[in-house]
């Protein structure tokens, strides 16, 4: 299992127990899918893989992040869902061809 994979993973299972994290382990949990994302983004752009993105779901979760004490757990699921999803594309793209 890769990185990522276990990435993603682990963001589904916060998303189905969230009622049992603790707000300072949520912010912990967006903030490394930020980051994660922006990563792969960044492999590749330095691989030369031109691809599209709209910014507003990173503007939207780091919102998500600063305020997460404010948040419902819904909102909070969603956030974690959201990025598990573009983690999980970004990593497809940046797959080499066989």
């Known amino acids: 299992m890769t990185v990522t994979t276990s990435l993603i ?19 912990q949990l967006l903030e490394r899918g ?12 330095k691989n030369g893989k031109i691809v599209a993105f709209d910014g507003t779901v990173e503007r939207v979760i780091g919102e998500i992040a600063r305020n997460v004490e404010a948040m419902s757990d819904e909102t909070v699921a969603k956030a974690l869902l959201a990025l598990a999803d573009q983690i999980r594309t970004l990593r497809i793209l940046n797959r080499e061809p066989v």
């Open 9 to 27: 993973i682990e963001f589904v299972r916060a998303a189905n127990r969230l009622p049992m994290l603790p707000v300072s382990e949520r912010r």
């Open 34 to 45: 930020m980051r994660a994302s922006g990563s792969l983004k960044g492999l590749l752009v």
